[in-house]
């Protein structure tokens, strides 16, 4: 289920990242206990526990004492940016080297950009 | 259950199973033993577990002296491969007798796990296949709901579904009744996700007292061309190294500068328990 790449608590994190960015989480939604991610993934619920930190103290998630963590109102736009200014260097900036290394010309690439839009 | 170890020795006459070993265990924490064989896990459990009188130091359990203290032991439960917790005649025997000595047992969950291991109740333990035999321990160990819970390789004889039905039931458990629960496995890969901490030692010595993240954060493997992973791993405490061709792989131990890696042209990646483990303790069998 993991790719052990990075520790797990990351990887839960960037799960639910992605689902708020994806809107299969909104705003104000409540999120599965800490407990129910643990029994889940089979994994330490203290593990658990530190990807839910991580995201509060990201600003994506805040917590209601008593009853559990929900999505902050503004953790979709705020990931929105932060992709944002990732994406040339994290995904357009690879795929033009990888593109480079096989010998596709750049011309290919944007012109299947361009008949995509 | 807080447990705290302070210079503990134990010896067999001439030959010292654990030596100047010094530990404290949190409550409410789920903790990973890992030995090779004859590294002394067996011994330190059965200190704690009061079934051995040690030979030095000081071992409590909440303030507490363990052995022949039975105020303390009926909280204290641990689970043996070899079955003595359980080979007293049917299921419902041991169940009986579990039920008597430990305060906090739980019968309707003993009842529930039966089911979930599809145990015979009226079946004598001592005719059970091993798989089964490990599967009443199991329900004894859990039931118990005991403040320390120790498992030692109790679930090896089990099938791997029977020990992921083990591994969920275990987690559930101690989410609902927080308790110190210590786990010794040679299965490391596939438990090593449900640890909080993780205590190694080797020949009777404490090697790596740590949480689980970071010991895991602690190792990493380095590959790339031969020239270039040689020079950045120079000063660095090397584990291993594989060569493949060209490329070479390393496996370092201690902080690492990963960005710093990539510029270099290097990747770098994490490292398995079960590989750290292996070399912290001396390398592959000797």
């Known amino acids: 289920m993991f790719d052990d790449r990075s520790p797990i608590y990351r990887q839960i994190a960037d799960r639910i990242k992605a689902e708020v960015l994806s809107g299969a989480l909104k705003g104000d939604e409540q999120v599965m206990s800490t407990n129910q991610y643990a029994a889940f993934f089979r994994i330490n619920p203290a593990t658990a526990q530190k990807a839910f930190q991580q995201l509060v103290d990201e600003g994506v998630l805040y917590k209601k004492r008593g009853i559990g963590m929900f999505v902050s109102p503004a953790a979709r736009d705020t990931l929105r940016a932060e992709r944002r200014e990732g994406f040339f260097t994290d995904v357009v900036d690879p795929m033009v080297a990888e593109a480079k290394a096989i010998g596709i010309p750049l011309d290919d690439v944007i012109k299947r950009i361009r008949d995509s839009r | ?286």
């Open chain 2, 1 to 286: 259950m807080r447990i705290d170890i302070d210079n503990l020795k134990v010896a067999y006459g001439e030959t010292v199973a654990i030596d100047s070993l010094s530990l404290r265990l949190d409550t409410g924490k789920i903790y990973g033993l890992l030995g090779r064989n004859g590294a002394g896990k067996t011994s330190l459990l059965s200190v704690l577990a009061g079934f051995r009188r040690h030979s030095g130091g000081t071992v409590l359990a909440d303030d507490s002296p363990i052995f022949e203290n039975w105020l303390t032991t009926r909280e204290i439960s641990l689970i043996r491969d070899a079955g003595e917790t359980v080979n007293l005649g049917t299921v419902e025997d041991a169940l009986y007798f579990a039920e008597d000595v430990r305060p906090r047992w739980d019968a309707a969950y003993a009842q529930e796990l039966i089911d979930l291991f599809k145990l015979d109740r009226k079946k004598n333990v001592k005719s059970m296949s091993k798989g089964q035999r490990s599967a009443v321990g199991v329900v004894v160990g859990l039931a118990s709901r005991a403040p320390l819970t120790m498992f030692d390789e109790s679930y090896l004889g089990m099938d791997a579904p029977s020990r992921q039905a083990f591994y969920d039931a275990l987690l559930a458990d101690f989410m609902a009744h927080p308790r110190t629960i210590i786990l010794s496995t040679h299965l490391i890969e596939e438990v090593s996700s449900l640890f909080e901490e993780v205590v190694i030692i080797d020949k009777g010595r404490l090697v790596v007292h740590s949480p689980a993240d970071e010991l895991l954060a602690m190792g990493s493997a380095v590959t790339g061309p031969a020239e270039q992973v040689e020079e950045f791993t120079r000063d660095l405490t090397v584990l291993g190294s594989k060569q493949l061709g060209p490329t070479r792989s390393v496996m370092v131990y201690g902080p690492l500068d990963h960005a710093e890696a990539r510029k270099a042209g290097l990747e770098t990646g994490p490292i398995a328990m079960q590989e750290l483990f292996i070399h912290l303790t001396g390398g592959p069998a000797s």
